[in-house]
DNA sequence: CGGCATCCTCTTTGATACTG
DNA sequence: CAGTATCAAAGAGGATGCCG
């Protein structure tokens, strides 16, 4: 990107990450951690591969990226974020919040890979951090999440759950929307949600407070 | 600009304000109010003027920006940000945030308008907040600053301090550098710095700790 | 003047095809 | 798999023109 040219913090945050497609491909790394080339484009939908090459050489020239040659398990180089790149979150996380309203409007014809909810999940809270941790597995894209609560927070990460505590199945703007405490469970399920398993432990993820404003 | 088409609230933000210019023109508004078309251009250096008309438009239809046609003494339209304009700041903050290790590099030829100077400054805190309030005056861009301590807290507006407890005048990076703890005060003077007053003064002002990461 | 709209050139993006 | 090459379309940048 051509810089702005101004001596102003946000302006040369912008002059690094303001590319268009730049901070998704952060995303991408910041959820999935180390990533071959592939599946940042699989997780990139509507991104030019070209365009991909392009903006990694950027990242990686401007130290937000860092290109690693993997072991021979996986044998191929790998891409990942440096710390100054992880230190991308907290804008992430702002976008996100701010960006979550408008996940009101439904998904039409919008691309959708389950692994994106893992960001607005961690920014749930366990409401009852004192009880047993919870498990639940949702299902609602290309592939199923695992969302645990660990002190209070809650993560998610790809996977199949063992012994579950509830199994949420379901389009992705009716599971957003439930996670959100925007819609009940009876409204959810005459959307087309199932659920299996114990609602109350659904119930437990709240938004966090202080990540409403 | 062109949506991402993905079913993600990070670039459903981006769809609204991911385009170039889009934050710089939110971070001029949530800066200074209220502002006119020329105020707006003039504190957007380097945009062009169909872009700054054009972006203005988006952002209205967004929601994020509304035109108010302002009573006599200004007899203009003026644009501001809307209530969802205004809950951009923290996405604003966060690029600052990381955008603060990239002021180290000198100011070089990039434009500088003093005002910018609020925002990092809004993020420090008065390190002695049962102390009196101070006040400080800056002087180190198109216009003079005023930095006041209240609860806690530390604010900067445009104008002349009456009787300030200190006076900053010097390069903008020279002054980010001490405000940011950067820089001591004498290393300061010997980059140019000149400091009238009482030094504890400019001394209160810390980085708030949670702000670092 | 303030507040844009037009015109033109140059750069970036997007879509697809191709290669080691 | 991990990109590069090619090319058309869209967007950005810059100058200038118009209108109350």
Known sequence: MRSYGQYCAVARALDVVGDRWALLIVRELLLRGSCRYTDLYGGLPGIATNLLAGRLRDLEGAGVVRRVDA????????????????????????????????????????????????????RLTDSTPDGPPVTIEIRTGDQPLIVE?????????????????????????????????????????????????????????????????
Chains 1, 2 share one sequence.
């Open 71 to 122: 072991p021979p398990p996986v044998a191929t180089t790998v891409y990942e974020l440096t710390s100054r790149g992880s230190g991308l979150a907290p804008v992430l996380h702002a976008l996100g919040t701010w960006g979550g309203d408008l996940m009101a409007q439904p998904q039409g014809a919008d691309e959708f890979r389950s692994h994106w909810l893992a960001l607005p999940i961690s």
């Open 149 to 213: 609560t660990v002190d209070g927070n809650v993560r998610a990460r790809p996977g199949i759950a063992e012994h579950p505590d509830a199994v949420l199945v379901g389009a992705p703007d009716v599971v957003m929307a439930v996670l959100r405490g925007h819609l009940d469970l009876t409204e959810a399920e005459r959307r087309g949600l199932r659920l299996d398993g114990d609602a109350a432990a659904i119930q437990r993820l709240r938004p966090a407070p202080w990540s409403e404003g």
